[in-house]
């Protein structure tokens, strides 16, 4: 069985590499869970049995590096985004079953508060939030479903505040309140890895995610129909809320801590009620701290294959791109080249922008850079730029909601054209090299029995 089979298997995979820490019982659910989590982010993942008392466990951080989910993938971390690419553009269709055990134990009436141990984060967040849910609702006019995260906000015993941007979701509910009727969807919380990632996949419409999960694992992801619905929801999944997001009623929900690490504001957003909740037996509860790895890097890998693929299209010299952890994963675009006529990295970069709306920098660098080591990008910029030169600037376009430094919105956009060139001195940018550096033999060339004693060997 692959690592990444369900959830269960994954945290087997990470105890044995000595990426899970389990913490002692009864930890708080309010701030002292996140707290715990947010200081092992990214060395390990954390197993919280009995949090606040309550009999089903809490775990965060499943993916805390992205070491971790080439494990997951079976694949080195240089295939990544080539891994996920080829999975996007070769989903597999899912196989129904009937007897599965995110069914196993089915409650009728919905209590929250009682049934399921829901944390609480930051210290402004508004209450208890459902933050690693996969939300998945169906076209009312196709019946195809589509596959997201949104933050879930915990308002009353059966009753979730949830927040829709303009993506496929609410196009979705936009149709149904048209018709003055609800939207049915299922909330899926704990699943394997490869399906959480498969979830933030930038796909067309009417392109089931849950079948890109499939082509992840190499084999269909065994699904089976909620209770209430047709959906069609992962058969090995933890927890299943189902529910039905109302027409015409909107309340407050948020602040809530976002991905850029600020607050998501408060304002009146859609309704979901829930009308059923099964899980599994001893049940555990997946919840994803904002801004943190996991939270980035379930943002970043989908949309770094999404625009690596858009720029080979049109650039073949795109060798790779990364979205950076201090642009938290969405704001701020590493790109890869080999440049081969004068001026072709800004077209790179005004191609960059086109490819999502969240993008803000994008910084364009030889081959010889590592793209994956923020220092050897800042010294490209630092030696390979100037700013009357080589810069790009444009205003007043659409950016994230979530930056604050927004206007709802609008923001500019900033490239840096980083790379050599084409007409300099062929000796003005060769790097200093010392020879052998890579390859020297320490074990061989260090005295491990002097030890810190150099006068022994003076």
Known sequence: ????????AWLDH?????RLAVVRPGVGLRHELAAIAKRLDGERATFFPRPGGHDIAVVSGLLGARAWIADAMGVPEAQILDRFAEAAANPLPWAEITDAPAQQVVHE????????????HNELDSGAYVSAGLLIARNPRTGVQNVSIHRCQVSAPDELGILLLPRHTNAFFEEAEQRDEPLEVAVVIGVDPLTLLASQAIAPLDHDELEIAGALHGAPLEVVRCLTSQLRVPAHAEIVLEGRILPRVRAPEGPFGEFPQYYGERADRHVLKLDRLTHRRDAIFHTIIGGANEHLLLGAIPREATLLGHLRRSFPSVLDVHLSMGGVGRYVLYVRMRPRQPGEAKNVIAGAFAGHYDLKTVIVVDEDVDIHDPREVEWAVTTRFQADRDLVLIANAQCSKLDPSTRDGLGAKLGFDATVPLDAP???????????????DLDQALDAQAGSNWRARA
């Open 426 to 440: 062929p000796a003005r940018f060769v790097r200093i090299r010392v020879p052998g550096q890579d390859s020297v």
């Open 1 to 8: 069985m692959p690592p990444a089979a369900d959830l269960r």
């Open 109 to 120: 009436t919905v209590d929250l508060y009682k049934q399921l141990p829901v944390p609480t």
């Open 14 to 18: 990470l105890a044995a590499h000595d």
